[in-house]
């Protein structure tokens, strides 16, 4: 398959397959057994890296040996999928890391639209301390802030936690 509109529309389709891939590593593994490199996103830090980016490194080697075996073994559907792979992971950091966690040098904060809720999302995500009853595992696909709100309040995982620090002063 050479045909170049066939291979675009397969690094579009992988583009939009690592979301839900992107979502599942999120919640069962950097929340799961990956919670080691994971728990550094989740604590305030001043630092320029934090070890939760090791994931993006992975990710990224990940792309690199596909683009080296697509490019090594003449697969240009291989080369198409790593392509994939390589736009999710610049959108995952133009969004998430620039636009939701300001990991930019300059400050952009939405106001409205869907940017909005997508950073509003993922700070319900981190509303809760550790790694158990988060809500909004994907990067660029955010639901209903108000179904988040809900789920948040039915674990009472929040209200615990606050509880807890008016108990401590």
């Given at each position: 398959m050479d045909s170049w509109l066939a291979l675009a529309a397969i690094a579009i389709a992988v583009f939009l397959v690592m979301e839900w891939v992107a979502w599942a590593a999120h919640k069962y593994i950097m929340h799961g057994w990956g919670w080691g490199w994971h728990e550094s996103h989740h604590e305030p830090h001043e630092d320029l890296f934090e070890k939760n980016d090791l994931y993006a490194v992975v990710f990224a080697v990940f792309a690199i040996v596909l683009f080296a075996v697509g490019t090594l073994a003449a697969?240009?559907?291989?080369?198409?999928?790593?392509?994939?792979?390589?736009?999710?992971?610049?959108?995952?950091?133009?969004?998430?890391?620039?636009?939701?966690?300001?990991?930019?040098?300059?400050?952009?904060?939405p106001h409205k639209g869907y940017a909005k809720?997508?950073?509003?999302?993922?700070?319900?995500?981190?509303?809760?301390?550790?790694?158990?009853?988060?809500?909004?595992?994907?990067?660029?696909?955010?639901?209903?802030?108000?179904?988040?709100?809900?789920?948040?309040?039915?674990?009472?995982?929040?209200a615990a936690e606050a509880e807890e620090r008016r108990a401590a002063r």
């Open positions: 697969l240009p559907v291989v080369t198409a999928i790593a392509t994939g792979i390589t736009l999710y992971g610049l959108f995952y950091f133009i969004v998430h890391d620039g636009l939701v966690h300001q990991r930019w040098p300059f400050r952009h904060i809720r997508l950073v509003q999302a993922h700070r319900l995500h981190h509303a809760v301390k550790g790694k158990d009853d988060c809500v909004s595992f994907g990067f660029l696909y955010a639901p209903p802030v108000d179904k988040l709100r809900d789920q948040l309040k039915r674990s009472g995982k929040v």
